[in-house]
């Protein structure tokens, strides 16, 4: 492993941080949110809009302490939020407007 | 270039994240190493590219086998650590 080089704060395998850590293999349930953000990212893939690797991209650039703070499914409607703005499917105003709405 | 099993090869000493937005599917604990073909898996678009939702040219995906010590020197003796990469980041040890 080259030390000298930093690592992008995503790529965390083998980080001595962890190496400690027991990992939790207990199933968890996913909650109606979780549930949601998985749908809704399946059929932007089926409607072509996004693909996986554009979703991964996406969580990957969540600024570092904004990444560990949110939630596994919390990243992935960030990073679909992101891409539909940069791409023009939503507007700021459309977003803002919806997430106001009672 | 196709690579048989049972190819030596390293993992390229590459450091695209340095250098702007990127995605890569290499980890950085084997870039620069030494590892074994096992498999080739097949070919699929290159994720570096969709990631971008750029064309994707098709890149051979293997199964990669390495020294697990040689990673990570904590690690039991004898262990293997098994990786998919891409051809395009594997050069012949």
Redesign the interface.
Not at chain 2, 50 to 53: D, I, M, P, Q
């Given at each position: 492993m080259d030390q000298d080089n930093p690592r992008a704060h995503h790529d965390m395998g083998g980080v001595p941080r962890y190496a400690c850590e027991p990992v939790d293999i207990a199933p968890h349930s996913l909650s109606d949110f979780d549930k949601e953000v998985d749908a809704l990212r399946q059929v932007l893939g089926l409607k072509g809009v996004m693909t996986v690797d554009e979703l991964r991209r996406g969580i990957e650039s969540i600024p570092e302490a904004e990444y560990h703070r949110l939630s596994y499914y919390q990243r992935w409607i960030r990073s679909i939020t992101d891409t539909l703005l940069r791409k023009g499917f939503i507007t700021e105003d459309e977003l803002r407007a919806a997430l106001e709405a009672p | 270039m196709d690579f048989a099993p049972g190819t030596e090869v390293r993992v390229k000493?590459d450091?695209p994240?340095?250098r702007g937005?990127c995605?890569i599917r290499t980890?950085?604990?084997v870039?620069?190493?030494r590892g074994r073909i096992l498999r080739r898996l097949g070919a699929f678009p290159n994720?570096e590219d969709?990631?971008?939702?750029r064309p994707a040219p098709t890149r051979a995906l293997y199964h990669v086998l390495f020294d697990e010590t040689a990673?990570?020197p904590?690690s039991r003796q004898g262990d293997d650590l098994l990786v998919e990469l891409f051809e395009h980041w594997l050069e012949l040890a």
């Open positions: - | 000493d450091w994240e340095t937005p995605h980890p950085h604990y870039r620069g190493q994720p969709l990631a971008f939702a990673l990570f904590d």
